[in-house]
T-cell receptor, first 115, second 114 residues
């Protein structure tokens, strides 16, 4: 069990550019979540997948955000035409779906800074 | 809509003293309740959860939490604080049915003084 891995750890980009983040969940976990965390706040839910199916998207997830999990393993989160308000820590988590109360296992996050 | 309130931004306690970090929640129906801890530059780590049954739940590192349905609270406790417990603590809730994703509180910073 190598844990949830996120890449890159840090990303600095100019406003208007596109960015893509990757998350590799724990291998046997079929649920994958994306959260966003800003300073002084708790994580805010963005979206989640069960296997390759995207089952829920938050209203926070504007049309500039898109997430995929094409083979039910790793996931990518893309932000198009970045804005300064997108600066945040983007957290990925995974869990088993066998029981609804399976704890989430979080990665260390990708910190995005939009200049 | 579900929500979590952590009324204290920071809790200060002396090493060896008991600690309490407060959490109240709002959810339709019965809740799943969780506590997570976040150390600097690290991801959130699961501490404990309440699903059903005994209102006192024991978790990692000597932490426990007490579920109180009438007060819709799920306070985190530890009988004797350690300096190494200093971190950011998040309470989270989801309903037993329906929306799966956890809703987190804004966090409480615990500072344990030697």
């Amino acid at each position: 069990d190598t844990g949830v891995s996120q890449d890159p750890r840090h990303k600095i980009t100019k406003r208007g550019q596109n960015v893509t983040f990757r998350c590799d969940p724990i291998s046997e976990h079929n649920r994958l979540y994306w959260y966003r965390q800003t300073l002084g706040q708790g994580p805010e839910f963005l979206t989640y997948f069960q296997n390759e199916a995207q089952l829920e998207k938050s209203r926070l997830l504007s049309d500039r955000f898109s997430a995929e999990r094409p083979k039910g393993s790793f996931s990518t989160l893309e932000i198009q035409r970045t804005e300064q308000g997108d600066s945040a820590m983007y957290l990925c988590a995974s869990s088993l779906s066998e029981t609804e109360n399976s704890p989430l296992h979080f990665g260390n996050g990708t910190r995005l800074t939009v200049t | 809509a579900q929500s979590v309130a952590q009324p204290e931004d920071q809790v200060n306690v002396a090493e060896g003293n008991p600690l309490t970090v407060k959490c109240t929640y709002s959810v339709s129906g019965n809740p799943y309740l969780f506590w997570y801890v976040q150390y600097p530059n690290r991801g959130l780590q699961f501490l404990l959860k309440y699903i059903t049954g005994d209102n006192l739940v024991k978790g990692s590192y000597g932490f426990e939490a007490e579920f109180n349905k009438s007060q819709t609270s799920f306070h985190l406790k530890k009988p004797s604080a350690l300096v190494s417990d200093s971190a950011l603590y998040f309470c989270a809730v989801s309903p037993l049915t329906g929306r799966r994703a956890l809703t987190f509180g804004s966090g409480t910073r615990l500072q344990v003084q030697p």
